[in-house]
């Protein structure tokens, strides 16, 4: 086992305790993870963070759900769009998507490069999200029908879409919305967030079943370490403060964020 190899299974692990511990961010880590770390393609680490990312997240719910945290009716209503375009967007807009997109001043923009281009980008948002210390509204106890329609279909196609496109689960945005939106308390929105994830990434993976080159021997060491670290981060999670934690993860994705941005730059090899 080589030293990145090694260093990608530690992170792998890293990937669940940081589900498990705020509900989200793990999906910022895996394509880097797989990328930088294991020498995946972009596109094709894609395609495993949606399944360690599902597969994390689907066992993360069932732990919170045995702890009542998880409405199955909100997560299921909010997942009925962006499920659809996850499943879209994997089956019939990525392979439309041609390899060489431009060339500018002799450099050729590929699709790999503005896949982690696009991807670096997501990681600075989410970063924003994850150390902004913003306290949540209080929740009520119905959902305004108002906003929840088309609110609810706008969010989830944004959703679906970043799922889709780039193998992320989206909780730093799925979070906040199941807050606002269906005005669910904030533990019971991480647990519910955990099953929005699972169910788009899982469904979105199945788009690319048909890839007979897939290494399920690295997946499924990757997606094992994960859920052995979400299972820790959800111990955790009862015994430390995850607000300090969320920003100190909050200024780790960024620094990662941008150094994927400086070397996508300078087109440095993967």
Same mark, same amino acid.
């Given at each position: 086992?080589?030293?990145?190899?090694?260093?990608?299974?530690?992170?792998?692990?890293?990937?669940g305790?940081?589900?498990?511990?705020?509900?989200?961010? $793990?999906?910022?880590?895996?394509?880097?993870?797989? +990328?930088?770390?294991?020498?995946?393609?972009?596109?094709?680490?894609?395609?495993?963070?949606?399944?360690? +990312?599902?597969?994390?997240?689907?066992? $993360?719910?069932?732990?919170?759900?045995?702890?009542?945290?998880?409405?199955?009716?909100?997560?299921?209503?909010?997942?009925?769009?962006?499920?659809?375009?996850?499943?879209?967007?994997?089956?019939?807009?990525?392979?439309?998507?041609?390899?060489?997109?431009?060339?500018?001043?002799?450099?050729?923009?590929?699709?790999?490069?503005?896949?982690? +281009?696009?991807?670096?980008?997501?990681?600075?948002?989410?970063?924003i999200?994850?150390?902004?210390?913003?306290?949540?509204?209080?929740?009520?106890t119905?959902?305004?029908?108002?906003?929840?329609?088309?609110?609810?279909?706008?969010?989830?196609?944004?959703?679906?879409?970043v799922?889709?496109?780039?193998?992320? $689960?989206?909780?730093?945005?799925?979070?906040?919305?199941?807050?606002?939106?269906?005005?669910?308390p904030? %533990?019971?929105?991480?647990?519910?967030?955990?099953?929005?994830?699972?169910?788009?990434?899982?469904?979105?993976?199945?788009?690319?079943?048909?890839?007979?080159?897939?290494?399920?021997s690295?997946?499924?060491?990757?997606?094992?370490?994960?859920?052995?670290?979400?299972?820790?981060?959800?111990?955790?999670?009862?015994?430390?403060?995850?607000?300090?934690? %969320? %920003?100190?993860?909050?200024?780790?994705?960024?620094?990662? $964020?941008?150094?994927i941005?400086?070397?996508?730059?300078?087109?440095?090899?993967?």
């Amino acid at each position: 086992m080589n030293t990145m190899h090694l260093l990608g299974y530690i992170a792998s692990l890293l990937i669940g305790i940081s589900l498990g511990l705020i509900g989200g961010g $793990g999906s910022v880590l895996t394509m880097p993870v797989m +990328v930088y770390l294991f020498g995946v393609s972009p596109l094709t680490a894609t395609t495993y963070s949606l399944f360690v +990312v599902g597969s994390t997240s689907l066992v $993360g719910a069932a732990k919170q759900y045995r702890q009542g945290t998880v409405n199955i009716r909100m997560a299921v209503l909010f997942a009925a769009t962006s499920v659809i375009i996850v499943f879209v967007t994997r089956w019939w807009l990525l392979p439309a998507i041609p390899e060489q997109l431009a060339t500018v001043h002799g450099f050729p923009i590929t699709e790999s490069w503005l896949t982690m +281009v696009l991807f670096a980008v997501l990681m600075l948002v989410s970063s924003i999200f994850m150390m902004r210390n913003k306290t949540a509204p209080v929740a009520g106890t119905t959902i305004d029908k108002k906003i929840s329609l088309v609110n609810l279909i706008v969010y989830g196609a944004g959703i679906g879409l970043v799922t889709g496109l780039l193998g992320a $689960g989206g909780g730093f945005l799925l979070i906040p919305a199941l807050v606002l939106l269906l005005h669910l308390p904030m %533990k019971e929105a991480v647990g519910t967030s955990l099953l929005v994830i699972a169910l788009n990434s899982l469904i979105g993976f199945t788009g690319n079943l048909h890839d007979k080159n897939m290494d399920w021997s690295l997946l499924l060491t990757v997606t094992a370490l994960a859920i052995a670290g979400i299972l820790l981060g959800s111990y955790l999670n009862r015994r430390i403060a995850p607000g300090k934690l %969320k %920003k100190a993860f909050g200024w780790f994705v960024l620094i990662m $964020g941008i150094y994927i941005l400086i070397r996508e730059a300078l087109f440095l090899p993967q």
